[in-house]
């Protein structure tokens, strides 16, 4: 028997809500003990695709499988193979954690010679036994709901958690606390997170889906996604002179190299500009040399712009919007039942 590679197999997915298109041919795979974001505007179809995975709704078309068995068939089956936190983190607040998660522990399956350790290993790892253990869920923080809701999730050890903007409305400490959980789950577990918080994905991480329209725009790690969105290396450069002779200067470095913008600095006589060019290579101190070479110009600071997750997804998100995506085709049946017209989609 063949070993499985992926914990998560999607291929094709489409789901409509009525004539509105929520997702198109959406195809991706996580291999196991991967970390993976799963990113994309509001409305781009995160939440429905994460709902396919977790069985709570089906799709029109297309398959996909957690750990080799398809969900559409077996959607009871997988649920006993994923850990799912929702959004909104639904959580019975009349119960206290303790007793909320033996039951989660009982609905789960978990043997029960088993249940009281898990549960107590489960409360140590989301640092919930000291200060949150035997509290009321109501009169939590929401930063204490969140872990109870990821505690819940990895609670029966599955080998897939799908988390849906896990770190929503935290202050930083709290968000602190929730990457490194994640990150510790990393080869233990697979795991698929929803998130708008670029630079928390960024930290925790293995590779990135960007999603936008109903369509999947971009997929991999940030280093091979900065290859093929970010197409310019950016520079900052704070220095005091005439800038109107600087262009020829910098041709003299790099006849690619161009001001792309020029803005006074607070201090007098100085100037904050942006460098850009295609080629890839660090020009820094090449740059700062043939500066040095004209008495006329000072520099205060120059550095190369690192590009970031954020730059990626607004640059993968940017150019979906450009091209032109193929989308359902709807029209208005003229045939009339109880005096409506009925919207089809092809």
Not at 200 to 219: F, K, M, P, S
Not at 255 to 269: Q, R, V, Y
Not at 319 to 335: C, G, V, Y
């Amino acid at each position: 028997m063949l070993k499985q590679e992926h914990s998560i197999e999607v291929n094709n997915l489409t789901k409509y809500y009525g004539p509105v298109m929520a997702i198109h041919k959406v195809s991706f795979n996580v291999g196991k003990g991967e970390i993976v974001g799963f990113l994309g505007p509001n409305g781009a179809g995160k939440s429905t695709t994460m709902r396919i995975l977790s069985g709570l709704i089906t799709a029109k078309s297309g398959s996909a499988k957690i750990c080799g068995i398809p969900i559409a068939s077996s959607p009871d089956e997988i649920k006993k193979h994923i850990g799912y936190m929702a959004e909104n983190n639904p959580l019975p607040e009349d119960m206290r954690v303790v007793e909320y998660l033996y039951y989660r522990g009982w609905l789960k399956e978990i043997p029960r010679n088993q249940l009281k350790a898990r549960v107590e290993e489960t409360l140590d790892l989301c640092d919930l036994n000291r200060t949150a253990r035997r509290k009321v869920i109501a009169n939590l923080s929401k930063g204490y709901r969140q872990r109870v809701g990821i505690a819940d999730a990895i609670l029966s050890e599955p080998e897939v958690i799908i988390m849906d903007e896990p770190t929503i409305g935290l202050d930083p400490h709290q968000v602190l606390m929730i990457r490194d959980l994640i990150k510790n789950l990393r080869g233990k577990m697979t795991v698929i997170i929803s998130s708008h918080i670029l630079s928390e994905v960024e930290l925790y991480c293995d590779r990135v889906i960007i999603i936008n329209q109903g369509h999947i725009v971009a997929c991999g790690t940030s280093e091979s996604l900065c290859k093929e969105f970010i197409k310019k290396t950016t520079y900052t450069l704070n220095l005091k002179g005439n800038t109107s002779d600087l262009d020829s200067l910098l041709k003299g470095v790099d006849p690619e190299l161009e001001i792309s913008s020029s803005l006074p600095d607070i201090n007098k006589d100085y100037y904050d500009l942006e460098l850009t060019t295609p080629n890839t290579y660090d020009l820094c101190e090449k740059i700062l040399t043939r500066l040095y070479e004209h008495p006329k110009f000072r520099v205060r600071e120059i550095r190369r712009k690192v590009p970031h997750l954020e730059d990626i997804f607004l640059a993968a998100t940017r150019r979906s919007w450009n091209e032109d995506i193929p989308l359902p085709i709807t029209k208005i049946d003229s045939r009339k039942k109880n005096n409506q017209k009925t919207v089809v989609v092809e």
